[in-house]
């Protein structure tokens, strides 16, 4: 052994990310996600998929579950995303992930995933309930992303955790058997005012699928007046906006609205301000309102489109999966060779 730094990862550079049918999709998967994605999709090779083997993590019903992988493939495509460019494609279809993730179980230590906060928060006070999946569940989500060596990997705030256990686990195949270079270290792709939209009742809190209030989050299935309606009853202060990001940064809820007008608008926050400053909410909710019910009620109407037609979305899904598992297998089948796994010699 040199003492030279471990060699770099030179593969190809691809983008992974998911998003799990375990409820109606939001503003906040939009802006964190989708609208990711579809940036992407013409500048590097993307596989794009249905967490379903997260979603069971917690309990779904088994007739609903293959309705809601459709809905989430749907909502990628209405979003802009050209199935024939990016694959797109269910999570359990790719068996290779599981291979992959039962291996990184064997790499993980217990002490990384004591620390994954989403975990803690998912199981709650019930801890003793929960089940052994959701515990490694940031483990699989590592196999998701390294089972096609992805490089990037865009996603919001919240997953940032995730993704530095994956380039720790990456780092420590890598060591553990002797093959530099052979898992990149994945870039999450984080940045830009839409990596964390609060919910829309309360600055503090994440829009989420799981909120009972659904006018805490605008969805995107709601219709027009439904969207106008949410964002005029949302919660802000009777102050105008301020000019500058220092002042923005203490209201949560006025910092949250800008956020969403710039991501939406590929604005800055800042850009925003200079727009709206010395305005108030009477004059920018609005403006907001215009902005995501343009954008945001077309993508409702060719999902509800797409989603009566399920034998096209499966042919879509069937045709992301055969290429995903065409990347997934060599990748797999090569990490078994490193550990060392039986091999027939005949
Ligand atoms: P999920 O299904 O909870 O969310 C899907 C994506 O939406 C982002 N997101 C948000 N972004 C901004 N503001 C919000 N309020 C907001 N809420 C959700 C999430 O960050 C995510 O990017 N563990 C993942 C699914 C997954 C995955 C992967 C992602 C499984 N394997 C591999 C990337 C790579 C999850 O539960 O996402």
Redesign the pocket.
Known sequence: MTDQAPAAYDGPQRV?????P?GALHL??Y???LKKFVDLQSRMDCFLFV?DL?AITVWQEPDKLAAQTREIAAAYIASGLDPDRAAIFPQSAVRAHVDLAWIFNCVARLGWLDRMTQVKEKSGKLKERATVGLYTYPVL?AA??LVYKATH?P?????KQ?LELTRDIAQKFNNDFNAPGFFPLPEPLIEGP????MSLRDGQA???KSDPSDYSRINLLDDKDTIDQKVRKARTDPEPLPDNLEALKARSEADNLVGVYGAMAGLTKLEVLERFAGQGFGQFKPALSELLVETMAPIGDEMRRLIGDPAELDRNLAKGAERASAIAEPVVDEARRKVGFWRPTI
């Open positions: 992974l990310s998911g998003v799990q375990s906040g998967n802006l964190g996600a967490a997260h989500q998701d992303i990997v996603v919001g705030e919240d997953q995730h839409g990596a964390r939209v994440k829009m989420s």
